[in-house]
Protein backbone atom coordinates (compact mmCIF):
# COMPACT_ATOMS: atom_id res chain seq x y z
CA UNK A 1 0.00 0.00 0.00
CA UNK A 2 1.23 3.68 -1.21
CA UNK A 3 0.42 6.31 0.87
CA UNK A 4 1.54 9.82 0.12
CA UNK A 5 1.81 12.83 2.59
CA UNK A 6 1.86 16.73 2.19
CA UNK A 7 3.81 18.56 4.71
CA UNK A 8 4.19 22.20 4.94
CA UNK A 9 7.70 23.65 5.60
CA UNK A 10 8.50 26.26 7.48
CA UNK A 11 11.19 28.97 6.32
CA UNK A 12 13.47 30.21 8.61
CA UNK A 13 14.47 33.58 6.66
CA UNK A 14 17.97 34.76 7.78
CA UNK A 15 18.08 37.85 9.08
CA UNK A 16 18.81 40.60 11.57
CA UNK A 17 17.09 39.60 15.20
CA UNK A 18 16.27 41.56 17.91
CA UNK A 19 16.20 40.09 21.23
CA UNK A 20 14.77 41.37 24.03
CA UNK A 21 15.53 40.95 27.44
CA UNK A 22 12.34 41.08 29.71
CA UNK A 23 12.82 40.70 33.86
CA UNK A 24 10.20 39.25 35.65
CA UNK A 25 10.88 38.02 39.62
CA UNK A 26 8.86 34.75 38.19
CA UNK A 27 10.71 33.52 35.63
CA UNK A 28 12.26 30.16 36.00
CA UNK A 29 15.71 29.97 36.99
CA UNK A 30 16.26 26.58 35.44
CA UNK A 31 15.63 25.33 31.96
CA UNK A 32 11.96 23.29 31.47
CA UNK A 33 13.67 20.79 28.73
CA UNK A 34 14.08 17.44 29.32
CA UNK A 35 17.79 17.05 28.37
CA UNK A 36 17.75 13.70 29.68
CA UNK A 37 19.46 10.87 27.18
CA UNK A 38 18.26 7.56 26.66
CA UNK A 39 20.41 4.88 27.81
CA UNK A 40 21.09 2.33 25.01
CA UNK A 41 20.37 -1.13 25.75
CA UNK A 42 21.84 -4.65 23.91
CA UNK A 43 18.88 -4.04 21.28
CA UNK A 44 19.73 -0.26 20.48
CA UNK A 45 23.04 -1.35 19.84
CA UNK A 46 22.27 -4.22 17.47
CA UNK A 47 19.79 -2.03 15.80
CA UNK A 48 22.28 0.71 15.32
CA UNK A 49 25.24 -1.85 14.36
CA UNK A 50 22.58 -3.50 11.77
CA UNK A 51 20.68 -0.50 10.15
CA UNK A 52 21.53 2.65 10.96
CA UNK A 53 25.15 2.70 10.97
CA UNK A 54 25.93 0.85 7.99
CA UNK A 55 22.43 1.97 5.93
CA UNK A 56 21.37 5.09 7.98
CA UNK A 57 17.76 3.38 9.01
CA UNK A 58 16.44 4.07 11.92
CA UNK A 59 14.28 1.04 13.42
CA UNK A 60 11.31 2.54 16.01
CA UNK A 61 10.00 -0.03 18.16
CA UNK A 62 8.71 1.80 21.46
CA UNK A 63 5.77 3.65 21.27
CA UNK A 64 5.62 6.85 19.80
CA UNK A 65 1.96 7.91 18.69
CA UNK A 66 3.33 10.31 16.27
CA UNK A 67 3.86 7.42 13.35
CA UNK A 68 0.36 5.30 13.94
CA UNK A 69 -2.89 6.22 13.46
CA UNK A 70 -4.16 6.83 16.41
CA UNK A 71 -7.65 5.41 15.54
CA UNK A 72 -6.71 2.05 15.24
CA UNK A 73 -6.33 -0.15 18.13
CA UNK A 74 -2.56 -0.87 17.81
CA UNK A 75 0.24 -1.55 20.28
CA UNK A 76 4.07 -1.83 20.69
CA UNK A 77 5.58 -5.18 19.92
CA UNK A 78 7.13 -7.04 22.59
CA UNK A 79 10.63 -6.05 22.76
CA UNK A 80 12.05 -9.64 22.72
CA UNK A 81 10.05 -10.06 19.22
CA UNK A 82 12.61 -6.99 17.81
CA UNK A 83 15.45 -8.07 17.22
CA UNK A 84 14.18 -11.57 15.36
CA UNK A 85 12.29 -9.77 13.17
CA UNK A 86 14.35 -7.50 12.13
CA UNK A 87 17.00 -10.62 11.26
CA UNK A 88 14.66 -11.33 9.08
CA UNK A 89 14.23 -7.95 7.32
CA UNK A 90 18.10 -7.60 7.25
CA UNK A 91 19.20 -10.70 6.26
CA UNK A 92 15.90 -11.92 3.19
CA UNK A 93 15.46 -8.61 2.40
CA UNK A 94 18.73 -5.89 2.58
CA UNK A 95 21.60 -9.15 2.58
CA UNK A 96 19.89 -10.24 -1.09
CA UNK A 97 19.21 -6.91 -2.14
CA UNK A 98 23.00 -6.00 -1.74
CA UNK A 99 24.50 -9.32 -2.99
CA UNK A 100 22.79 -9.31 -6.15
CA UNK A 101 22.32 -5.13 -6.76
CA UNK A 102 25.42 -4.66 -4.76
CA UNK A 103 26.84 -3.26 -1.32
CA UNK A 104 25.68 0.13 -1.87
CA UNK A 105 22.26 -0.43 -3.51
CA UNK A 106 20.06 -0.56 0.01
CA UNK A 107 22.59 2.76 1.19
CA UNK A 108 21.50 4.79 -2.10
CA UNK A 109 17.70 3.30 -2.27
CA UNK A 110 15.81 2.78 0.88
CA UNK A 111 13.36 3.46 3.67
CA UNK A 112 14.90 5.68 5.93
CA UNK A 113 12.73 4.48 8.64
CA UNK A 114 10.88 1.24 10.44
CA UNK A 115 8.26 1.72 12.78
CA UNK A 116 7.28 -1.75 14.41
CA UNK A 117 3.87 -2.36 16.00
CA UNK A 118 3.03 -5.65 17.82
CA UNK A 119 -0.76 -5.95 16.66
CA UNK A 120 -2.67 -6.31 13.56
CA UNK A 121 -3.93 -3.56 11.70
CA UNK A 122 -7.91 -4.02 11.23
CA UNK A 123 -10.01 -2.24 8.52
CA UNK A 124 -13.82 -1.65 8.22
CA UNK A 125 -13.72 -3.91 5.55
CA UNK A 126 -12.47 -7.23 7.21
CA UNK A 127 -9.02 -6.64 5.61
CA UNK A 128 -5.68 -6.68 7.21
CA UNK A 129 -3.22 -3.81 6.64
CA UNK A 130 0.39 -5.72 6.50
CA UNK A 131 2.07 -2.83 6.03
CA UNK A 132 2.23 0.87 5.19
CA UNK A 133 4.95 2.70 2.72
CA UNK A 134 4.94 6.65 3.63
CA UNK A 135 6.84 8.58 0.85
CA UNK A 136 9.27 6.09 0.18
CA UNK A 137 10.91 7.23 4.00
CA UNK A 138 9.08 5.04 5.92
CA UNK A 139 7.30 1.30 6.22
CA UNK A 140 5.42 0.53 8.97
CA UNK A 141 4.77 -3.09 9.79
CA UNK A 142 2.28 -4.79 12.17
CA UNK A 143 1.98 -8.37 13.31
CA UNK A 144 5.61 -8.67 15.06
CA UNK A 145 4.33 -10.17 18.45
CA UNK A 146 2.49 -13.24 16.13
CA UNK A 147 5.65 -13.40 13.70
CA UNK A 148 6.97 -17.11 14.38
CA UNK A 149 10.94 -17.13 12.98
CA UNK A 150 10.43 -20.66 12.56
CA UNK A 151 7.65 -20.85 10.44
CA UNK A 152 8.09 -20.69 6.22
CA UNK A 153 4.37 -19.86 5.78
CA UNK A 154 4.73 -16.63 8.50
CA UNK A 155 8.41 -15.70 7.42
CA UNK A 156 6.86 -15.56 3.67
CA UNK A 157 4.31 -13.53 4.81
CA UNK A 158 6.87 -11.43 6.39
CA UNK A 159 8.84 -10.64 3.94
CA UNK A 160 6.52 -10.87 1.31
CA UNK A 161 5.29 -7.82 2.77
CA UNK A 162 8.69 -5.90 2.81
CA UNK A 163 9.48 -7.13 -1.05
CA UNK A 164 6.37 -5.29 -1.20
CA UNK A 165 6.59 -2.24 0.16
CA UNK A 166 10.38 -1.69 -1.12
CA UNK A 167 9.45 -2.42 -4.52
CA UNK A 168 6.77 0.91 -4.25
CA UNK A 169 9.44 2.82 -3.42
CA UNK A 170 11.67 1.67 -6.41
CA UNK A 171 9.16 2.69 -8.38
CA UNK A 172 9.13 6.26 -6.76
CA UNK A 173 12.86 6.33 -7.93
CA UNK A 174 12.39 4.31 -11.31
CA UNK A 175 9.11 4.29 -12.63
CA UNK A 176 7.89 1.25 -14.06
CA UNK A 177 6.03 0.97 -17.97
CA UNK A 178 2.52 1.75 -16.62
CA UNK A 179 1.37 2.55 -20.15
CA UNK A 180 2.43 -1.03 -21.10
CA UNK A 181 1.18 -2.47 -17.65
CA UNK A 182 -2.51 -1.03 -17.74
CA UNK A 183 -3.24 -2.67 -21.29
CA UNK A 184 -2.69 -6.14 -20.25
CA UNK A 185 -5.77 -6.52 -17.83
CA UNK A 186 -7.28 -3.06 -18.03
CA UNK A 187 -11.14 -4.88 -16.95
CA UNK A 188 -9.95 -6.70 -13.95
CA UNK A 189 -8.94 -3.47 -11.77
CA UNK A 190 -11.37 -3.08 -8.58
CA UNK A 191 -11.71 -1.50 -5.18
CA UNK A 192 -13.64 -4.57 -3.74
CA UNK A 193 -10.62 -6.62 -4.89
CA UNK A 194 -11.09 -8.10 -1.32
CA UNK A 195 -13.97 -10.41 -1.56
CA UNK A 196 -12.46 -11.87 -4.75
CA UNK A 197 -11.01 -15.32 -4.30
CA UNK A 198 -6.95 -15.85 -5.66
CA UNK A 199 -7.90 -18.92 -8.18
CA UNK A 200 -10.59 -16.02 -9.89
CA UNK A 201 -7.95 -13.34 -10.14
CA UNK A 202 -5.19 -15.44 -11.39
CA UNK A 203 -7.68 -16.89 -13.83
CA UNK A 204 -8.10 -13.15 -14.98
CA UNK A 205 -4.34 -12.73 -15.12
CA UNK A 206 -3.48 -11.16 -11.44
CA UNK A 207 -1.33 -12.91 -8.98
CA UNK A 208 -2.80 -12.44 -6.04
CA UNK A 209 -6.48 -10.72 -5.54
CA UNK A 210 -4.89 -7.40 -3.66
CA UNK A 211 -3.39 -7.24 -7.30
CA UNK A 212 -6.39 -5.97 -9.04
CA UNK A 213 -6.86 -2.67 -6.93
CA UNK A 214 -4.31 -0.88 -9.48
CA UNK A 215 -1.52 -1.13 -11.41
CA UNK A 216 0.73 0.07 -9.03
CA UNK A 217 -0.32 -2.77 -6.65
CA UNK A 218 -0.52 -5.41 -9.60
CA UNK A 219 3.57 -4.44 -9.99
CA UNK A 220 4.22 -4.66 -6.70
CA UNK A 221 2.52 -8.16 -6.35
CA UNK A 222 3.66 -9.73 -8.90
CA UNK A 223 7.38 -8.41 -7.98
CA UNK A 224 7.10 -9.45 -4.34
CA UNK A 225 5.05 -12.67 -5.03
CA UNK A 226 8.24 -13.92 -7.69
CA UNK A 227 10.60 -12.85 -4.52
CA UNK A 228 8.96 -14.62 -1.96
CA UNK A 229 8.55 -18.05 -3.92
CA UNK A 230 11.19 -20.12 -5.58
CA UNK A 231 11.49 -20.68 -9.68
CA UNK A 232 9.20 -24.32 -8.78
CA UNK A 233 7.11 -22.42 -6.54
CA UNK A 234 6.19 -20.06 -8.86
CA UNK A 235 6.27 -22.23 -11.82
CA UNK A 236 3.82 -24.57 -10.22
CA UNK A 237 0.99 -21.26 -9.55
CA UNK A 238 1.48 -20.89 -13.22
CA UNK A 239 0.61 -23.96 -14.15
CA UNK A 240 -2.49 -24.03 -12.02
CA UNK A 241 -3.73 -21.46 -14.55
CA UNK A 242 -5.80 -22.89 -17.37
CA UNK A 243 -6.98 -20.01 -18.73
CA UNK A 244 -4.19 -19.14 -21.89
CA UNK A 245 -5.02 -15.92 -21.69
CA UNK A 246 -4.64 -15.15 -18.22
CA UNK A 247 -1.27 -17.26 -18.17
CA UNK A 248 -0.18 -15.11 -20.72
CA UNK A 249 -0.76 -12.11 -19.32
CA UNK A 250 0.97 -13.24 -16.26
CA UNK A 251 4.11 -14.17 -18.12
CA UNK A 252 3.94 -10.77 -19.53
CA UNK A 253 4.12 -8.91 -16.38
CA UNK A 254 6.61 -11.70 -15.05
CA UNK A 255 8.67 -10.61 -18.05
CA UNK A 256 8.38 -6.10 -17.60
CA UNK A 257 9.45 -6.71 -13.71
CA UNK A 258 12.52 -9.09 -14.80
CA UNK A 259 12.86 -5.80 -18.26
CA UNK A 260 12.18 -3.13 -15.15
CA UNK A 261 14.88 -4.65 -12.53
CA UNK A 262 17.38 -4.69 -15.76
CA UNK A 263 16.99 -1.59 -17.49
CA UNK A 264 17.07 0.81 -14.40
CA UNK A 265 19.35 -0.91 -11.31
CA UNK A 266 21.09 -3.29 -13.75
CA UNK A 267 20.07 -6.86 -11.66
CA UNK A 268 19.49 -10.31 -12.61
CA UNK A 269 15.54 -10.86 -11.14
CA UNK A 270 16.09 -13.93 -11.08
CA UNK A 271 19.10 -14.40 -9.15
CA UNK A 272 17.61 -11.76 -6.51
CA UNK A 273 14.99 -13.98 -6.02
CA UNK A 274 17.39 -16.85 -6.00
CA UNK A 275 19.39 -15.30 -3.06
CA UNK A 276 16.19 -14.13 -1.32
CA UNK A 277 15.02 -17.82 -1.24
CA UNK A 278 18.85 -19.19 0.03
CA UNK A 279 18.19 -16.49 2.72
CA UNK A 280 15.05 -17.41 3.84
CA UNK A 281 15.94 -21.16 4.35
CA UNK A 282 19.03 -19.66 6.24
CA UNK A 283 16.48 -18.00 8.65
CA UNK A 284 14.24 -20.98 9.37
CA UNK A 285 16.73 -23.29 9.38
CA UNK A 286 18.95 -20.89 12.19
Known amino acids: MKILKRYKAIAMITGTMLFVSCAHEDQPTETQLDYTVKTKTVLDNWIDASFLDPYNIKVYYEWNQNLVDNNRYLFPPTVDKVQPAMEIVKKIWIDSYSTIGGADFVKKISPREFVLVGGTNLNTTGTITLGLAEGGQRVTLFDIDYLNKKSRPAVTEFIHTIQHEYVHILNQTKPFDEQAWSKLTPSGYTASWYIQSTAS?????????????????????????????????????????????AKANLKKKEAIVVQYYKDNFNMDFYALRDEAQKNTDFIINN
Do not use: M, P
Open 201 to 245: SRALGFITSYARLNIYEDFAETASTILTSSKAEYDAILAGVTDAT
